[in-house]
């Protein structure tokens, strides 16, 4: 019995990966990481900003997700997010251009304390790369 | 009839303007390519939202309680309408042809006793609505200065639209765009986002029972405004490769009239140099035989 099952990140632009020899994704949920193998429960998830470890026979690939949906039915795992880098290949430059936006908007009074959870998440774990 | 200088300034003109309708032709088939590839890559995203929606409040029980997004303010007496034009002209009937969809729209509303609020995004629909319905616009949104369309323009639209309902200054909010059917075709659509349209059943939809985590709840009020986002983001993305669609066509068809007005020209101007030379030996020979 193989325990690989499909997985495809989407975002906005275009369909960022679609593969189907995944064995495990870990992904970085609303509270807290969610390890998914094959076989599990139908499930819906958010993602706050954090890293996505998919393992699979070849080895393990990491990527960075801003924010994001992740849905899993049939052994199909969906997630969507705006925004997702290859930790593999990383823009530095990117990544600080990021950090930098979060921080500026962190410095803004008006955000409510959901958002600056979130924006406090995105840069530590944007620090954790680094 | 012209003098034969006259008809030579013409031609060049004509030939001169028969070269740049060709170059946008050429540019707009470039980025027309670039404009169709982004919509279909962005389709997977949008189509794979609004299923996840669709499953989402197909199982919410409690509809009462479900989020305002989804299920409305229960009224509708403020429309919002966000028109999506474009940015620049020489589009043939683009813009026109949404804003056509748009003031029927408008009119309905208005015959209804409905108040009327407008968002116009790119600013030839604003141009083109302002002299009519210049008190309805409360917003006017360009991306003159976006190379491509990408998601954060689109999000900006989207958290506008949001804080707006938030303050509970609209009720239903409609996206007017055009869908690229092909290159000579573009339809222009009305699409309610406000509240949400759930009648049509999800895709595969499955009496699935789904695990959530946060609450539905939860979910669904942070699922809705990204969603909001998303089915601009498309309507920007079809938009942008109709606009190029629409450019080609024209300018293709601009290309070819401005070659048939030079062949046109040609002719008269041959002709016309032609009687100047039989008048002129008409006048030496006469003049000989006078002699």
Known sequence: MSEEYSLEIVNPEKSFLSRDDV???????????????????????????????????????????????????????????????????????????????????????????????????????????? | MASLD???????????????????????????RRAQESAEKGRPYSEKMNNIILNLSNGISDIENAPKLLSGTGEDKVHLCVVMTSDRGLCGGFNTNIIKKAKIFFQKILDEGKTLKIITVGSKGYDQLKRVYGDNIIERISFKDSKNVNYFDADKVGKIVIEKFEKKEFDVCTIFYNQFKNVITQIPQEQQIIPLNTSEKAENSSEDNYEFEPEEDEILSNLLPKNISTQIFKAMLENSASEQGSRMSAMDNATRNAGEMVDKLTIEYNRSRQAAITKELIEIISGAESL
């Open chain 1, 23 to 130: 064995t495990e994704v870990v992904v970085p949920a609303y509270e807290g990481e969610i390890g998914i193998l094959k076989d599990h429960i139908s499930i819906i998830s958010f993602l706050k900003p954090g890293i996505i470890k998919i393992f699979s026979k070849s080895g393990e690939d990491s990527y960075y997700v801003n924010d994001g949906i992740i849905e899993f039915k049939n052994n199909n795992l969906s997630i969507l997010t705006s925004l997702i880098l290859d930790l593999k290949d990383i823009d530095k430059e990117k990544l600080i251009e990021i950090k930098k936006s979060a921080e500026e908007e962190l410095s803004k009074s008006e955000i409510s304390d959901q958002e600056k959870y979130l924006l406090d998440q995105r840069i530590e774990v944007l620090k954790s790369i680094n």
């Open chain 2, 6 to 32: 006259d008809l030579k300034k013409r031609i060049s003109s004509v030939k001169s303007t028969q070269k740049i309708t060709k170059a946008m032709k050429m540019v707009a088939a470039a980025k027309l």
